[in-house]
């Protein structure tokens, strides 16, 4: 095949793809997942909110959706749920006093439009308390495709969690997040930021109830196309605050 001729397959080729992918009659999946919530994410309050409210990014079918709120120890809190405006707005209303320190929306949703399934969490804190529960430190290693990461879970200055992202071989590193999900609260993909001394840190209180928890150290690199991940599994002890990786 002549160079013009396989550019201009190679043309036409790319063309028919992004005709296929901008077709209306392709099938497009969707998860509804916020797009803002009130409180914000990691907030720290002087006072118990009288709301909790999610605005999401499609519309949801309200009887197969929730908000669930846990306290530190994992707790569901009472709550009663808020009468709204629109379909894509689910907000829940504190029924007790909530004691000062760290509290878990936990949110579910079933996407209007294709009924898939989503869920995940946010924190936040009330001023007056305990900020986290995490009490020590513990480090893991593990694989990242060419590269070995680790991983620490411990408590920041403040007493919120922290977990710290290092690798053996940091160049070219553009960005790491962290996917942190448990069974019962579904998933968070966060971003962490540049720790000043060679390290990636998340410190805005994920961790705030205790049992198992599950972590994808997410590495970007400039000019390598996929990923590199790392897994981990850690338990955040219930009575001592003490995590321990498995």
């Known amino acids: 095949m002549s160079i013009k001729r396989a550019l201009r397959f190679g043309s036409a080729a790319s063309f028919a793809l992004a005709a296929l992918v901008a077709s209306p009659g392709t099938a497009v999946f969707a998860h509804a ?38 306290d530190s120890s994992g707790a569901p809190q009472p709550t009663n749920v808020d009468p709204v405006s629109g379909n894509a707005v689910a907000s829940i209303s504190p029924t007790s006093d909530l004691a000062p320190g760290p509290y878990t929306v936990d949110w579910t949703t079933m996407d209007a439009k294709d009924g898939h399934q989503a869920q995940g969490f946010f924190a936040f804190v009330i001023s007056g308390g305990p900020v986290g529960i995490i009490n020590g430190s513990a480090q893991k290693q593990a694989p990242a495709a060419d590269l070995m990461a680790s991983l620490t879970v411990t408590a920041a200055q403040d007493g919120s969690s922290m977990l710290r992202v290092d690798l053996n071989n940091t160049s070219g590193v553009e960005r790491i997040r962290i996917d942190l999900s448990r069974p019962d609260l579904g998933d968070d993909l ?24 599950h972590a994808q150290a997410i590495v970007r690199r400039t000019n390598i196309f996929d990923d590199a991940k790392a897994e981990f599994d850690f338990t955040v002890d219930p009575q001592t605050g003490e995590p321990t990786f498995s």
């Open 33 to 70: 997942r916020p797009q803002t919530m009130n409180p914000i994410p990691n907030a720290r309050l002087d006072n118990a909110p009288a709301h909790i409210v999610i605005n999401y990014d499609d519309p949801i079918v309200a009887n197969q959706s929730s908000l669930v709120l846990l």
């Open 190 to 213: 966060l971003d962490t930021k540049p720790s000043g001394d060679g390290g990636w840190v998340l410190n805005n209180d994920e961790v705030s109830v205790p049992g198992s928890w």
